[in-house]
């Protein structure tokens, strides 16, 4: 058994973006996919959990911009191809720009506000 497999989901889930990627749960007894990563399957309460790399790829499912300290940006849920659904940022394009359906890419940002790397997308289109 590695050791990431005995840890906590959520330092899993941060080695995964330490190194630039997003870690996301498939289910071994229902094969849902899990997303926040957790330690019982939120579909069936399994608690055969395993570790899988997201491609990064998804569609925007609902979008918002948020107003703060003078400056706009992008509040959005994406649904990754994998079949899981995150709150997220989409950004590199005008927030009121970001439309349902659209499809995005993953990118792994630090956050001048967080102490972590965080897990933004940007317009898969250039
Ligand atoms: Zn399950």
């Given at each position: 058994m590695?050791?990431?497999?005995?840890?906590?989901?959520?330092?899993v889930?941060r080695?995964f973006?330490?190194?630039g990627?997003?870690?996301?749960?498939i289910?071994?007894?229902?094969?849902?996919?899990?997303f926040y990563?957790?330690v019982l399957?939120?579909?069936c309460?399994?608690?055969?959990l395993?570790w899988r790399e997201?491609?990064?790829t998804?569609t925007?499912?609902?979008?918002?911009?948020?107003?703060?300290?003078?400056?706009?940006?992008?509040v959005a849920l994406?649904d990754l191809d994998?079949?899981?659904?995150?709150?997220?940022?989409v950004e590199d394009?005008p927030?009121?720009?970001v439309?349902?359906g659209?499809?995005?890419?993953?990118?792994?940002r630090h956050d001048?506000d967080?102490?972590?790397p965080?897990?933004?997308?940007?317009?898969?289109?250039?």
């Amino acid at each position: 058994m590695s050791p990431a497999a005995t840890s906590p989901p959520a330092t899993v889930f941060r080695e995964f973006l330490d190194s630039g990627r997003l870690g996301f749960q498939i289910c071994a007894s229902c094969e849902q996919s899990v997303f926040y990563p957790r330690v019982l399957c939120p579909h069936c309460g399994g608690q055969d959990l395993r570790w899988r790399e997201s491609a990064g790829t998804g569609t925007v499912y609902s979008t918002t911009t948020v107003c703060r300290r003078n400056e706009t940006y992008n509040v959005a849920l994406v649904d990754l191809d994998e079949g899981f659904r995150m709150m997220t940022r989409v950004e590199d394009t005008p927030p009121e720009d970001v439309r349902i359906g659209m499809r995005v890419l993953l990118q792994v940002r630090h956050d001048p506000d967080r102490s972590e790397p965080v897990a933004v997308f940007v317009p898969a289109e250039a």
